[in-house]
């Protein structure tokens, strides 16, 4: 009998997916069901205290406050990065804007959203622009409120989307446009029936880029926000630093990862349930 | 008849500084079978784009019929296009592909399914309409797109060098099934092409183009054996190119002097002047080739002596590139009807003598560029 060697081909891979997304997840999964440290740490016995500790009005708040922000400057984020990306694809010099959204990855992550800090403070620019402006005299409060949290948000994911939909777009070929206008498309029609389709998985990687990392977002909403947009990435911090309640950090980041795994769900669902219809007319059409 | 005419009105094409067309005009008819021939760059693809509608003239108008569409949109129009690379859309099947036009204007599915299955019959491809376009060949995905270009009932159908991605056998193939759906549907097609053979086994007429102008419009049969000058001459099929000027003019009959064999014998209906300076032309398959000298030749036979410096077998036809005592190097086509019977076989380096006609040649003029 042939040997088979399946396994041995997949075991790199089994390997890599185990060392670097399974354990994690498990290990959090774990601490989640155990029972707290008060000096840090947990004790291994058995517990739901964390979760039942999340049926409160505040955790829900910002359960709900955190699902928003992410939907949000997501929803913002891949409309400003769809033209950009297509402008992109479309350049001749698109090496040099390829580089242009990269480059502020050169820079510190802090000290990006600090810089925004300066741009949105009671003396920053935008309120020296207002003033100068003659428009008022009073300093304005842009930072510590919600908006100000997705606008840097949506600065700070737009290169995590533009880069995806580049690829998907760069890769479309334009001339099935023409043939759509030539067909009797109207030139929305032409982009919402054939452009949209062929891009869709740029989109979807691009939607998945930017909003799973938001739902967990810690430093933002810590130096942006107020007391009106605190996320779950800033409980799960406090409670696993100054709290030392690393069971209930554990249990509130299960909750993100079931909220993401909730949203892919729906979207395969989706994607089957097109793929059912699709099936439908075909036996229709036989 | 079902199809538009077609009026191209002093149409010119600028891109920056390249001028693509220059003051083109053309007329095509109601129902033909027009090819636009030339090599690539010479703007016959820019002039199809122009009467699709994706490009705008830089100045003149296209009619179809009476009216002039340059200001309609691509989707406004009535024609279709099959591109190129096929265009297809990728996501749908080939029946999606063929019901899209279809699917625009909200035709019931009842009536969309019976038309696309009408002209998945037309293009010979039942039984493939569940397929997405990846798994299609080259041959069917070119089909796909004329079904689809059809389905809408164009009154002019535009082809854009549509077989230029095939292999040969199957350019043949689809060409003779294209000048069959052409008779069918009866409309308008233009077809684009840089392979003159194509162009001239199909077409009612062809307008040969050349750096942004038409040098030429006629039937293929005019095209090939009374070509307007050089450019046209050389471009489709082979031909032996001699200057020269005119010396004696007897009617019909003028003898020109060239450089290349001294006086040559030509007919032509085309009026010229003793001193003009002119190209005769002989096409390679109108010479006849011989080891000895032909005897008891009429007086307007023309004959030249020289040495084989090459000869290619190719079955039902050889090829000779034979150089005389000038240096010209004429070329030769001989068909083997009967290959051994007709004298014995001319090789490499044997002297031979070249005769034709002077109602073979003809005068072209230089091209003017």
Redesign the interface.
């Known amino acids: 009998m042939k040997k088979n060697y399946g396994t041995w081909y997949t075991l790199p891979l089994a390997v890599w997916i185990s060392l670097f997304f399974v354990i994690p997840i498990a290990i959090v999964l774990i601490y989640s069901v155990l029972t707290r440290d008060y000096t840090g740490g947990v004790i291994w016995k058995f517990s739901l205290d964390s979760f039942s500790a999340l049926a409160n009005s505040s955790f829900i708040r910002a359960t709900a406050t955190t699902v928003f922000i992410a939907l949000v400057s997501t929803a913002i984020t891949i409309v400003l990065a769809l033209p950009v990306a297509y402008y992109m694809a479309r350049s001749r010099s698109n090496t040099i804007l390829l580089l242009l959204v990269v480059v502020p990855f050169w820079v510190n992550f802090l000290i990006r959203v600090y810089a925004w800090m300066a741009v949105l403070g009671q003396e920053g620019f935008l309120n020296d622009l207002i003033r100068w402006m003659g428009l008022t005299n009073e300093p304005v409060t842009f930072l510590f409120n919600i908006w100000a949290v997705i606008i840097v948000h949506v600065y700070a994911y737009l290169p995590y989307a533009i880069l995806p939909l580049f690829t998907t777009i760069e890769k479309f070929?334009f001339?099935?446009l023409?043939?759509?206008?030539?067909?009797?498309?109207?030139?929305v029609?032409s982009l919402t029936?054939?452009m949209l389709?062929?891009v869709q998985s740029g989109i979807i990687t691009a939607v998945l880029f930017t909003f799973i990392p938001i739902l967990g977002s810690y430093a933002i909403p810590d130096l942006i926000g107020g007391t009106d947009s605190t996320m779950l990435g800033t409980i799960v911090a406090l409670n696993l630093r100054t709290g030392n309640n690393w069971p209930l950090a554990s249990a509130i980041s299960v909750v993100l990862t079931i909220i993401t795994s909730v949203g892919l769900l729906l979207y395969f669902l989706y994607n089957q349930r097109l793929e059912k219809v699709h099936l439908q007319f075909?036996e229709?059409?036989k | 008849m079902k199809g538009s005419e077609v009026r191209v009105e002093n149409v010119e094409k600028k891109f920056g500084e390249f001028n693509a067309l220059k003051n083109v005009s053309l007329t095509i008819r109601k129902g033909e079978f027009f090819s636009l021939l030339g090599p690539s760059g010479c703007g016959k693809t820019t002039l199809l784009r122009i009467i699709?509608?994706?490009e705008d003239p830089s100045a003149g108008i296209v009619c179809l019929d009476e009216d002039n569409v340059v200001p309609l949109?691509?989707?406004r129009r009535h024609?279709?296009?099959v591109?190129q690379?096929y265009?297809l859309?990728?996501?749908l099947?080939v029946?999606e592909n063929i019901a899209?036009?279809l699917r625009?204007?909200k035709v019931p599915?009842a009536q969309i399914?019976d038309k696309v299955f009408r002209y998945l019959e037309l293009v010979q491809l039942k039984g493939q309409?569940?397929k997405k376009p990846n798994q299609l060949s080259g041959g069917q995905k070119q089909r796909v797109a004329i079904a689809?270009?059809l389905i809408?009932e164009p009154s002019v159908l535009l082809l854009d060098e549509p077989l230029s991605a095939l292999d040969a056998k199957l350019r043949q193939q689809l060409l003779m099934d294209l000048d069959l759906i052409h008779d069918e549907v009866g409309i308008t097609f233009i077809y684009v092409t840089h392979d003159q053979s194509e162009a001239l086994s199909v077409s009612d007429r062809v307008a040969v183009m050349s750096e942004g102008r038409v040098l030429q419009i006629g039937t293929p049969y005019e095209i090939y054996e009374a070509p307007a000058d050089t450019f046209v001459a050389q471009f489709i099929g082979e031909t032996n190119l001699l200057k020269g000027t005119i010396t004696v003019r007897d009617g019909r009959f003028y003898t020109i002097d060239t450089l290349d064999m001294g006086p040559v014998m030509v007919t032509t209906d085309r009026a010229f002047e003793v001193g003009d300076e002119v190209v005769h032309a002989i096409r390679p398959e109108k010479i006849a080739i011989t080891k000895q000298r032909p005897e008891n030749l009429p007086p307007d036979w023309n004959v030249v002596k020289g040495k084989v410096f090459e000869s290619i077998y190719s079955g039902f036809q050889s090829r000779f590139d034979v150089d005389n005592a000038a240096g010209y190097r004429f070329k030769v086509y001989k068909q083997h009807e009967s290959y051994l019977e007709m004298g014995p076989e001319i090789k490499w380096t044997d002297e031979v003598w070249l005769s034709w006609d002077a109602d073979d040649g003809y005068l072209v003029e230089s091209t003017r560029l």
């Open positions: 070929d001339g099935l023409e043939a759509a206008r030539d067909l009797g498309a109207s030139h029609k029936k054939i389709p062929n075909q229709e059409t | 699709a509608g994706f949109p691509p989707d024609v279709n296009t591109f690379n265009a859309f990728p996501h099947t029946f899209f036009p625009l204007k599915l399914k309409e569940r689809r270009a809408n």
